[in-house]
């Protein structure tokens, strides 16, 4: 049997911790064990635990979730970030995908899409809210308006992903999919240090800092065409 997933759960608001952690107790696989109220306990929290999954609402007293992230990240360098929060504005999700969440959700979100998404954060997978798909490509628009430099080639509203050759738009689908990149090489027949210089490559044309930026783009991208 495998062992459970483990999770720390932040929010300021005790009702909503005490709520979510009874939910996620009926879930055999997972195991709530820890709960902070402000960035600080939640780093101490990581620190000392170890997640594997941390919860994260955005709306923390002193220093945002959003902030919080690189300490978090720091504290537990195997733990992966879901934000878990009522924000809807698109800097804010475009800011935690680029400070390394592995997704973002609403509050607002059933308990069978979260649990999903804590599954497959665990697997290195992201979620997105559904609420969330239809502003991130323009987050991302904007993040690139921010980031890249005069010579960089321009996104485009109607693809992003254009710029992309064949064989990038392969290896970006298989890392949607949730694909190592020796997973990738095996899939492809091609060697895994191709596959990195591809998923460099991508990351580079598209102005993302990570796989998971690119691959909750391309699956946003999927659900709204």
Known sequence: MNAPIRLLVV????????????????????????EAADAGEAMRRAAELQPDVILLDHHLPGVSGVDALAGLRQAAPAARVLMLTVSEDAQTLSRALSHGAHGYLLKTVDSDMLVQAIDRARQDRSTISAEMTDKLVSAFQTLHATTATPAALPLTAEDPLAQLSPREREILREITAGASNKEIARTLGIAETTVKIHVQHILRKLHLSSRVQAAVMAAALDNGH
């Not at 909503?16 to 064990?33: C, D, E, I, M, N």
């Open 11 to 34: 929010d300021d608001h005790t009702l909503f911790r005490r709520g979510l952690t009874a939910l996620l107790a009926s879930q055999p696989h997972l195991q709530v064990v820890g």
